[in-house]
């Protein structure tokens, strides 16, 4: 792949260097260490679900278009070639037991080599095994039986183990736990039993990883979620300890909610500890990131840089980046190739804002500079600028271009077969 990534930087450097220098020029002029953007760029790295490289179902159907990977190693596969064409996808996220490692270092051993680390962990008690003893109809955590509530700790430990294996650092533990209907739960008990349950798994964590609690507003269950929103989520972590933190889902909120508030209460608490990246319409809608409300990407990554840099944190290791969207109808890679693009695109025009000026306007509560301000930003093109820290990392320019030129999807098919499902939702 790496000379077909230069033949084709090639075919188009005149282009992009005549619209990266314009922008270098203005940003430059603007006062903007350009270098410093590109090198936080570079290192920005965005883990990929294993769950997001079939074709993802809603429950009316699935329409897989071929060549999806069948097995863990070819899902490996799928992220390596994602991630040498953007250089910034260099890390995958299993879920348990869909992906579960056979062998743990022949599973190391070929992500490193494609230059990929393994990022959270999941668990699923979401859903009933086949070989599994107890239900999760009712729940799994908060279950009233403590039978189901071991089976489900069990499980956990058990990703917890896989991970420790592959060299991961954190759990995300995602409850699809609830209730449909009024008078089904008793939410305090079921809150109690919750927050036991979690204790034993938390006390089973390395002491050098995290555990990301996600929250849910709404479905499987209707009517209660015990893990429902950022609120509930904090409580857990802030029970726990020092090791749970929240995870927000972009898509995991009621209509119109102002994430980009949650996110900077939960960093100014020290407690958001990752992002499931995705975008919606409705509700979990597992859509391309930025490609319905790309302000609220840019608001909310305006808020993470902020956030972030008043905590002194690294952008591109102290908190857990993922993707979490797959949908019926486009290409899954090109897909996954779009939602990183979007939020190197969020993050970058973030690294734009004029937070002196912005700081100042603020104080003075002159509120059309305030908007002014993010607006200068996230109206700049800075397509070259993130196109340019991918040449440098030895990515292509065009990834999609590219990925369609090589007609790359046409090769998967060809090995994989036309008829094959990936394991997910
Ligand atoms: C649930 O909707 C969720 O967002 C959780 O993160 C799960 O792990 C994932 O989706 C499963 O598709
Ligand atoms: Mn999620």
């Known amino acids: 792949m790496q000379s077909e990534i230069l033949r084709h930087n090639d075919t188009l450097l005149t282009q992009h260097t005549r619209r990266y220098q314009f922008l270098k020029d203005e940003l430059e002029h603007n006062g903007v260490d350009v270098d410093i953007i590109l090198q936080k760029l570079t290192e920005f790295q965005i883990a990929i679900p294993s769950w997001a490289l079939g074709t993802g179902g809603t429950r009316f159907g699935r329409f897989p278009g071929g060549g999806e990977p069948r097995n863990l190693e070819e899902k490996i596969a799928d992220v390596g070639l994602l991630h040498s064409l953007n250089r910034s996808s260099g890390a995958i996220s299993l879920h348990i037991p869909w992906d579960i490692p056979e062998d743990a270092q022949a599973i190391r051993d070929l992500a490193a080599s494609y230059d990929l680390k393994f990022d959270a962990v999941n668990s699923n008690t979401f859903q009933d095994q086949r070989d599994q003893e107890f239900s999760y109809k009712f729940g799994s955590l908060q279950h009233v039986d403590s039978q189901v509530r071991k089976q489900a700790i069990d499980h956990n430990i058990e990703v917890i183990r896989h991970g420790i294996e592959l060299g991961s650092k954190s759990l995300t533990v995602w409850l699809s736990d609830g209730s449909c209907f009024p008078g089904q739960l008793n939410f305090r008990k079921a809150f109690e039993n919750t927050l036991k349950s979690l204790e034993e798994i938390y006390k089973t964590l390395p002491s050098d990883w995290k555990m990301f609690v996600e929250y849910k507003a709404y479905e499987p269950n209707f009517y209660s979620m015990t893990v429902g929103d950022w609120g509930q989520s904090l409580l857990y972590a802030n029970k726990l300890g020092n090791k749970a933190y929240t995870l927000v889902d972009l898509g995991h909120h009621l209509p119109n909610a102002n994430i980009e508030q949650i996110v900077s209460l939960l960093l100014m608490e020290g407690k958001l500890g990752g992002f499931h990246f995705n975008d919606s319409k409705y509700g979990d809608d597992d859509l391309t990131v930025g490609s319905i409300k ?31 969207a797959s949908h019926n109808v486009k290409d899954p890679l090109e897909d996954l190739l779009q939602s990183v693009e979007a939020i190197k695109i969020a993050y970058a025009q973030s690294l734009l804002i004029d937070r002196k000026t912005l700081n100042y306007a603020q104080l003075n509560s002159d509120v059309t500079l305030c908007q002014e301000i993010l607006q200068e930003a996230y109206r700049t093109d800075v397509r070259p600028l993130v196109a340019e820290s991918r040449k440098r990392a030895g990515g292509a320019l065009e990834p999609i271009k590219l990925f369609r030129d090589k007609m790359v999807r046409q090769q998967l098919i060809d090995v994989r077969g036309s008829k094959v499902m990936a394991t997910g939702l």
Request: net charge negative; proline share 3%; aromatic share 12%.
């Open 294 to 324: 790309p302000y609220q990407l840019f608001l909310i990554f305006n808020e993470l840089v902020s956030g972030m840099d008043e905590k002194g944190l690294n952008h591109a290791t102290d908190l857990g980046w993922m993707i979490d």
